[in-house]
Structure formats: C-alpha cells, structure tokens
C-alpha cells in the first residue's frame, strides 16, 4: 500500500541541488568551488577524509584507494593506488566505512600492473590522476550516478571490478547479472562499526567495451574494443535496480556531468559569500564542503524510500540516511538548520521517520545506505521544531517516549549527555501540550546535578585529567564536567557561582585542558559568554581557528605525552590535530559557523552567541530572496575583540541573536579591535536554564528566545 505523509513539500533534491542562484562572486572571476582544497585533511589521522569526486548529500563518491590505507581508503602522500571505490563515509572511526565496488584499469593485454601516482588534481565534483605508465582515470558524479573514464597508453585497454570491494572486509553478499556491456545487481555491506548492514542496487554499463569475463566469484574482467578511452557509468539506489539503471540512462556524460555538479557546488557554497584574506577564503571554503557531503538524500524521484524496517514507503518530503548524529547534533546539523533550512527540514524530518519504524541508537540490517549512530536525535527533532520546521510529532509521541527507556546513566559522561536528551524530550512532550509528561521527564533531566556532584565537582583528584577515567568514553573529568548545556545557570550554582565559574574555566585553558581533536568539551570555549567576560570566548575562538596553541590529549593518550603545538586548522592534507576525525563535518562546521561570528548557544535553543568573523564581509542568501549580511568596521584580520555592534542600524549590547533574528534578513555591523571592550556583551548575557517549579506547574512553553 502507497502511504504518502502529508508533510510540507520540497523538491526531491532540495533548492540547496537545483543549482538556482547566480554564482557568489560578483566579478566572476572565481567561483566558491574553484576556492575548495579538496585534498585538505587527507593524510593519516588528521581529519580521515578523502578526495573523492562528491556531490551535496550523495551517498555515491568515487574516488582512489592507495596502498597503504587509511579509513577512506585513500593516503595523500601514497605512492601506489589500488583502485577506486564508489562510497565512503568521511572522518568516521571504526576504520572507516564504504568502499563500495572497486574499479582498476589494468595493463597491457589484461595484465596487472602498478598504478604509481605521477600527478593528481580534484575539485568538487570531480577527481583526476595520471599514473607513471601512462594510464590515466577521471572520476565525476551526479546524484547517485558517476562516470568513469580512462585513457590507456597501449591497444590492449582492460578494467578489473570487484564487486565484493569493501574497507575493512566488511563485504556480506553481492548478486549480479552481465549483459553485453552491463552488469546489475546489488551488494550487502556492513555499516561503519559493524553494527548493521546495507544494501545498495547498482547498474554499471561500460563503452567502447568488447565483452565482459567473469574471473571470479565477485570479479570481472572488462575487455575494451580498441585503443583509447573506456568509460563506466554507474547508478546506484537503495530501492531497486530498475532505479539504479535509470540514473544511467537518465544522465549525461563525463563532461557535461562535470559541469552540472560543478554549479550545484557553486550553488550550495555560494548560499555564503565571504570576503577577506586569500588563504581564509580558501580554507573557509574547503571546510565548508566537507560539512554538506552527509547525510544522504536516499528517496527516489517518485517519493519512495527504504524505511529502517526494510519495507519501501513512500513521503511527499525528501528521505535522508547515513547518520553520525552522534557528533553531527553538535555543530554539523545546526550549521545546516542556518544556511540550508530547506535541507534541514528534511533531514529533521527523516530523523523522525525512524521512530515510526523502531529507531535504535546504531545501524540496524536493514539500512538504505552506510550510516552510523543516531543518539542525541531528540535534541535535533527539539532544535528543527524550535526553528518552524514542521514534524509529526503527536503521531510519535509513544516512540519518542521510549527513547527515554534506552537511555545510558551507566557512566559519568553518559548520565549528562543522557540528561540533556531528557531535557529535550521534555521540551517536546510541551510542545505536545503533555505538561505532564513534560514535567516527568524534565525532573528526571535535573538529576543531572546530583551525576555531577558525584563524578565532577571535586578537582583536585588525581584521575581529573586522565583519559578515560571512571568508564569515560573519549574525554576526561576536566572535559565532560562542562557539558550541561541545557542548564548553564544551574552549572554555575554547582561550581559555586559566577566567580568561581570563571576562574575553572581560566585553570581549565590555562593548564591546557581542552582538547579539541574530539567533540566532549567543544562547547566551552563558548562558555565565557553566559558570563561578565564574554571577551575571553572571542579570544579562544581565533586562537583555535587560527592561531598557535597546544594541545595534550589525542585518544589516550596521557597529559604531558608529546603534546602538539601549532594550528589546528590548516589547508593542507595534515590538516588537522593527529587523531583528529572530522566526523562527517562536525569539526568543519565547528570552524565555519566561528568564522562566520556565530556560535550555537544550546542545540534545542535558536539562539547563538556573536563573536568576531575572520572576514570583512559575511553573507547569508538564502533562495527566498532574503540575505543576512555580517560586515565588520575598523577591519584588521588580526583585531577579534568587539567593540560595539549595531543590528539594522540599532545598538545591541546584548552578545547574541535569535534565530528568527537572523532569518528575517538584514544587517549586523560589528566594530573590532585589538583590546578587548570588557562591558560590551555583559548587559543582557543568555544564560540556558531549565524551569524547576515542579510538577503540575509548568502550563505553558518555555519561553527560550528572549527577545527584548
């Protein structure tokens, strides 16, 4: 039965796809995508990405394998590629995920030989190599779809496919049928973690191809007609092979496919024009990609989609998958509710269709694509609801309630971050009209306080900074006794108060406690801004977007242990912090909502923090029509300390703005210097608190969004 969700409508793909809009910048002479370093946090353990030819939201990727491997597959400063692949999850853990049907172009008369890099190039869209023996291989994608094209220096041209390719051995079963010049079928892979498994359903058809040889119970051997190129179109889909097939026949060619996800790119980068220092451009950019490649937009063109359960439903909306809410809630999904609403609305969406099919906290086996881990999907569903998307939440109630019974207080990290989910859940069963339940939940998410006098109060234990300590799961005591984001102000009475406050998180930065290779603690440099002394968060922020700093924990790594000292973001393929995964865009889009002077107070609250951008000129154009211009006075490219700022021509003393603010379009002008202005932003500080009257009481929605 064809079940169609009456939900607000958008097209397929989303306007963020549908290439609408001029290209940003205005002489032309440089476009956002020409801008991206593709190759950026691609070495080793410092980001784990790949310079894979990728298009917004596309589960399909292709790009190189390199011997030796890391979690893409792929090693910049390898010499010796393997092959290419068509999906890949960028910046996860676990090894990675993806790798999905392997194509090599082989030797003379079908022959292997050794693929040594002699030059590469990548863009958006697109990726490029030449190898010392003369064979060449370009890649570029469209959604779900992708061509190959290789140029062979001898007559006897042949490509080797491995249709059980995956990272990790992750490869379950596979089917598959060859006709003429085209095979089909589908293959079943493990997720990331190994928690679950996908199915994807492909259709390859190969030109200038003479036949097609089977060599092995999952490999081919495809032989091409005469000297030249060989091409390979591939379409792939979560539904059926009928679909996969029609991408193939429904797009173009290498070329033209070039061109059109080249202006898709520019289209959905362009939505923010920057403008300011070269190299802050460029790395601005480059970041900004990398938080738009997950997650997947899975539904095919006439609405349906594979649910969680295994059965194909059907939605008016676009269906997404591949999910690291995990780490995304904190920075990646915020990012995309500001400067891609139309997106997010879906994405949000699809979060709460899996609670109508038995939503777990990992993959299940029964997934339209590679994906992760979804806890924390209450705080997103609470965060799209407070910003005007539309879900169904009354339909949900009894599953989102649930989740509740799954939570984990086992450890001191876990009892937190489980309570800022209860909080959540709370706000939701409000918007429900449910007070009660409301309330049920909300006095279960103020236990938090007796978890943190527990584990967190007390500093002067020796286990306070040691990695791991008490069951803690990447992080230590320091790190974690912070994250009570829901509840700053009752934080503070915790500690003991404002000053007292203020002074743990001086000892905290001072003694170099914070570690920002992975996300426990990545909310508090923010923290000083729900004090008198906001400065000290505009100073932090630059110092970790661009400045030198020293940094002690990578994994467990004890305190003290060879620690670093330098950037922490760089445009280069050591991008980033040893050990430091950017976790399908979470620690990118740390970085660009930063840059852009703007900082997510509370996921669940539309409300962020205003510190200085790194450019001159921000802006925010939205398909609307409306844009929200950011433009910084008395620019110096070192000055971050604000000094007043005026929002559509009147004075703000306040440190923050609303998301309504911001998406009803206008201007902020800030003023900047090189010393900090200590009474700005002390006037009217946002400080998150929960409502504590009790049981019974609470009859009305939190007002969270102050508007004075």
């Known amino acids: 039965m064809k079940v169609i969700f009456k939900w607000v409508v958008f097209g397929l793909v989303g306007s963020i796809l549908s290439c609408q809009g001029e290209r940003a910048l205005p002489d032309g002479s440089e476009t956002p995508s020409d801008k991206v370093n593709v190759f950026l946090g691609t070495s080793g353990d410092h980001g784990q990405l790949s310079p894979s030819a990728a298009s917004p939201f596309n589960m399909i990727s292709i790009g190189p394998v390199t011997h030796p491997q890391t979690h893409t597959g792929y090693e910049h ?37 050794k693929l040594h890099k002699k030059n590469e190039k990548g863009r958006p869209g697109y990726y490029g190599v030449s190898f010392e023996n003369g064979i060449k291989a370009e890649m570029a994608v469209a959604h779900n779809y992708g061509v190959h094209k290789y140029a062979f220096p001898h007559k006897d041209k042949s490509l080797f496919v491995a249709i059980s390719h995956a990272f990790v051995n992750r490869f379950v079963a596979e089917e598959h049928v060859v006709r003429g010049n085209t095979v089909q079928g589908w293959v079943d892979t493990k997720t990331v973690c190994d928690r679950g498994q996908y199915r994807l359903y492909f259709y390859m058809a190969f030109s200038n191809a003479d036949t097609i040889e089977r060599i092995g119970e999952h490999t081919l051997r495809v032989h091409g007609a005469d000297a030249g190129e060989m091409t390979l179109r591939i379409g792939f889909s979560s539904i059926s092979e009928a679909f996969a097939k029609k991408r193939v026949m429904d797009n173009e060619g290498f070329e033209t496919t070039r061109e059109n996800t080249g202006a898709q790119w520019d289209a959905a980068l362009g939505r923010v024009v920057v403008s300011g220092e070269k190299d802050r451009e460029s790395l601005f950019y480059s970041l900004l990609y990398r938080g738009l490649q997950a997650p997947f937009l899975v539904s095919e063109p006439d609405g349906s989609f594979k649910a969680v359960d295994g059965s194909v439903q059907y939605s008016e909306t676009a269906i997404y998958n591949g999910w690291a809410i995990w780490d995304n809630y904190r920075e990646q999904l915020p990012l995309l509710s500001l400067i891609y609403p139309d997106t997010y609305g879906d994405i949000s969406r699809s979060i709460a269709q899996m609670y109508r099919f038995g939503k777990k906290d990992w993959a299940t086996m029964n ?51 489980s309570s800022y989910d209860l909080w959540a859940l709370s706000e939701l069963m409000l918007a429900m009209g449910d007070t009660t339940k409301a309330n049920e939940f909300l006095m279960k998410a103020m236990d938090y306080k007796t978890f943190w006098k527990k584990d967190f109060k007390e500093l002067d234990l020796p286990d306070v900074d040691q990695m791991g300590a008490r069951g803690l799961y990447q992080g230590t005591l320091w790190q974690y006794r912070w994250f009570v984001p829901f509840d700053i102000e009752g934080l503070k009475e915790l500690v003991g108060g404002e000053e007292t406050f203020v002074a743990q998180l001086d000892e905290f930065f001072a003694e170099f406690n914070y570690n920002h290779a992975n996300q426990p603690d990545l909310q508090v440099p923010g923290l000083y ?178 508007t004075k």
């Open 77 to 113: 400063y390898a010499k010796e590629f393997l092959g290419f692949v068509h999906t890949h999850m960028e910046g996860v853990g676990c090894l990675g995920g993806g790798g999905n049907i392997l194509v090599k172009p082989l030797g003379e008369a079908g022959l292997e030989t």
């Open 367 to 417: 997934e339209p694509s590679n994906t992760v881990r979804t806890e924390h999907a209450l705080i997103v569903l609470l965060d799209a609801y407070k910003k005007g998307h539309r879900l169904p939440l009354a339909t949900l109630k009894d599953a989102l309630a649930k989740e509740a019974e799954r939570l984990d207080f086992a450890a001191p990290d876990k009892a937190l971050e």
């Open 529 to 706: 801004n729900a004090t008198q002394e906001p400065w000290k968060s505009q100073k932090l922020f630059r110092n970790i977007m661009l400045d030198t700093v020293v940094q002690f924990y990578f994994n467990n790594n004890s305190k003290g242990v060879d620690p670093y000292i330098g950037r922490i973001y760089q445009n280069r393929p050591k991008a980033y912090l040893r050990t430091m995964d950017d976790d399908m865009g979470t620690l990118s889009s740390w970085f660009v909502l930063r840059a852009m002077g703007l900082s997510p107070v509370n996921v669940g609250e539309p409300v962020y923090y205003v510190t200085a951008p790194i450019f001159q000129n921000v802006g925010l154009h939205w398909p609307s029509g409306r844009s929200f211009n950011i433009t910084v006075s008395n620019y110096h490219k070192d000055n971050y300390y604000i000094k007043s700022v005026r929002l559509n021509g009147k004075t703000l003393e306040r440190n923050w703005l609303t998301h309504e603010e911001i998406m009803a379009g206008g201007e902020l002008l800030l003023e900047t210097d090189s010393v900090p202005h200590k009474k700005w932003g002390t006037s009217d500080p946002y400080i998150s608190k929960i409502d504590s009257v009790g049981p019974g009481l609470r009859e009305n929605p939190v007002n969270t969004v102050k």
